[in-house]
């Protein structure tokens, strides 16, 4: 029942200086009520697809739900899936910015800050409707046709990091590692990035192998590939950096990233790095060409 895609809205794929520019044709573009924040690629129904969180607040800033918008990256149609936890048998949205993604199979990893690691089962979407519906989505009022799509939370993994987000490990060859990268996001420079294992069954847990403090300030996603990290830093208004190398040897790529950059991921199939941007008015998703990065795959 989820697929293929189904929505009004469509993402669309741009080629724009070298890169590959996914932009929203809707309110997604200029809105301040729902923000991307992570991003990562997997495979749903033998397709290649790429997930995008948003976390949804009010004006003021009050959180009120998060989602993740499923891309088909052939039909350029994506899903959205509201995250939700389950308090005494009532679903609620999951109070969590969603600041970074890493996607194993029909495990979802998202970047709770302050909170760990929260896993989701994409095998146990469902969908809701009406005052359930709304409520997931951050909704107030009645809608009686409402209807949602709903991914629950399976688990808190703690992390003696603050998790602002976290991206995928590759080792050199290009297989995908059981392993994440989990980085914080500070204004000053002492934010540090761990490596753990992933917990291949229900009870484990998330176990720390190493970790550094690359002195950036603001780092938003941070992936491996061999010895060579990327890190991304954003900077405002203005465009990102990328920092690449090992790890006590970041160097900046002359390659900017998205103005309001944020998480990153890697995409060997495609040969591309992906990136977003936060910031209304200059919303989008991002691959940049290993080309581009001077990197022989």
Do not use: N
Request: glycine letters at 10%.
């Amino acid at each position: 029942m989820l697929w293929p895609f189904g929505t009004t809205w469509r993402p669309v794929r741009q080629r724009h200086r070298g890169t590959v520019d996914l932009r929203w044709l809707s309110a997604r573009t200029w809105t301040r009520r729902w923000y991307p924040q992570g991003v990562d690629l997997g495979e749903w129904r033998g397709r290649r697809t790429l997930a995008v969180s948003w976390f949804r607040q009010k004006l003021d800033g009050t959180h009120l739900a998060s989602r993740i918008a499923f891309v088909d990256l052939e039909r350029s149609r994506h899903l959205d899936v509201l995250l939700a936890i389950d308090e005494d048998g009532m679903l609620q949205p999951a109070p969590i910015h969603a600041g970074g993604l890493a996607w194993f199979g029909d495990r979802l990893f998202v970047a709770a800050t302050g909170r760990g690691i929260w896993e989701f089962d994409l095998s146990a979407i469902r969908r809701v409707r009406g005052a359930d519906a709304r409520r997931v989505a951050g909704l107030s009022g009645r809608g009686v046709r409402a209807s949602a799509l709903v991914a629950v939370r399976t688990r808190v993994h703690p992390v003696d990091l603050r998790c602002s987000y976290l991206g995928r490990v590759f080792d050199a060859d290009g297989a995908p590692l059981r392993r994440v990268l989990i980085g914080e996001y500070l204004t000053a420079d002492s934010g540090r990035i761990a490596e753990f294992t992933v917990p291949d069954t229900a009870d484990g847990r998330f176990e720390e192998q190493e970790r550094f403090s690359p002195g950036l300030p603001r780092m938003q996603g941070a992936v491996r590939w061999g010895e060579r990290h990327f890190v991304s830093q954003s900077d405002r208004m203005h465009p990102g950096a990328l920092w690449t190398g090992p790890r006590d040897a970041l160097e900046r790529d002359r390659v900017p990233l998205p103005v309001g950059c944020e998480d990153l991921a890697l995409d060997l199939d495609a040969k591309l790095l992906w990136s977003l941007g936060e910031h209304p008015w200059h919303r989008v998703v991002r691959g940049i060409p290993f080309s581009a990065l001077g990197i022989d795959p």
